[in-house]
């Protein structure tokens, strides 16, 4: 099926999706988003842990909570669903063994000439596993991540705060790394009524989408801080909308930092540097998601 002009094959990539699928409601539109972009050839989806604090089964949840979007979309049994690793990694040198670390490790050794992308939507658990099982991946996959505190300070921030073990590991490795950090996704503004009226329509997995942020929105309207209630942060969606354009003037080279106790970064050293966004395309990451929901919708109907 197209949902788009068709990609040339020197163009496509191959990727692999790793999700805290079920910790909110905006890993779903990444996602959905993902399996409905041409340029991708889809090698997996990962579930990943967040934290024992919402759930004691958080791996399993985003599992489950995976397959449930490939069923809407009809798309059950056509890419792997796997397990990663259901706890944050006990120290830098222990890796939390996962079938989605293997995958990863798998698909970077592979003899497929085209570029491998792997994308964390939540802790990066399951690279630093790989990175530990097999070191040789570092040269054979670029990793675009969710993740850490604004620059250059750092601080609390979701997703590496349920591993800064893992994120140790692969700033302290040679793996090509994108990072989005929290200043630059929380660029993902948008208005529930823009979902009503973009996604909701749009079918089984549209209403689905929309149904579950407005439900998410709901049951944590207690909270002081967030959400606030007409608004949501599709803060996954950078990492699909990086890989269809990257935005070359819009990030800067740094030098890895180190993680502290506290999610601060230390500046230790220079030679090792990662690719840190300072802007998103807000505006053409929802576009797209929209037009390709539309086309898949009338295309299924």
Known sequence: MKYAAEVPELKKIRLIVNSDAKNEADDQYAIVHALLTSQFIVKGLIGAHFGPERSKTSMLDSVKEIELLLELMG??????????????????????????????????????????????????TDLAAAYLLNPTIAGRLTAVWIGGGAWPNGGEEFNLGNDMHAANVVLGSQIPLW??????????????????AR?????????YLYQQL?????QWANNPGWPRGEVWTLGDSPAVGLLMHDQPFDYDMKP????????????????????VYRDIDVRFILEDMYAKLALFHAEVN
């Open 214 to 218: 407005v439900e998410t929105n709901d």
């Open 75 to 124: 798309l059950t049994g056509e890419y792997p669903v796997l397990c990663g690793a259901e706890h944050a990694m006990q120290d830098e040198t222990t890796p939390a063994l996962s079938e989605g670390a293997e995958l990863i490790v798998r698909e970077a050794m592979s003899d497929d000439p085209r570029p491998l992308f792997v994308i964390f939507l939540g802790a990066i």
């Open 179 to 196: 990072q989005i950090p929290r200043n630059v996704y929380a660029k993902m503004r948008v208005s529930i009524a823009e979902l009503k």
């Open 199 to 207: 996604v909701e329509p749009c079918g089984a997995i549209g209403r």
């Open 256 to 275: 890895a930092p180190r993680i502290a106790a506290d999610l601060s970064y230390i500046h230790h050293q220079m030679e090792r540097r990662i690719r």
